[in-house]
């Protein structure tokens, strides 16, 4: 198993592809962290959906509140392939900082 150093030094492992989510995710670390922190965020490696932590072997920490972000869904017509609806998806993420390791109690 990695270590959240070496994740977040690692290769992207997040699909993250917008800048006006980035800058929503970006204010609520400020309203939780401060400044300082978030000059760490990075959305492609250390943001990542609950599932996502799990796969790399993390949990969030018991009483942690998910940090609340949106996708931009598309339904397309089969037949044209046109995009006939579009539609935003709240997601949930975890921020690196909310995290430990799964099995270790804090």
Avoid at 60 to 74: L, T
Wanted: hydrophobic fraction near 30%.
């Amino acid at each position: 198993m990695k270590s959240i150093k070496e994740i977040m030094d690692g290769p992207e492992i997040s699909n993250w592809s917008s800048e006006k989510t980035k800058d929503y995710v970006a204010e609520q670390i400020r309203e939780r962290y401060g400044d300082s922190e978030v000059a760490n965020y990075d959305p492609l490696r250390n943001m990542l959906s609950w599932k996502k932590w799990l796969s790399l072997g993390f949990v969030p920490r018991k009483g942690q509140r998910a940090i609340r972000s949106y996708i931009v869904r598309e339904v397309k017509d089969p037949a044209t392939g046109q995009v006939i609806k579009t539609f935003y998806q709240k997601i949930n993420l975890f921020y690196y900082r909310q995290v430990q390791e799964l099995g270790r109690k804090e």
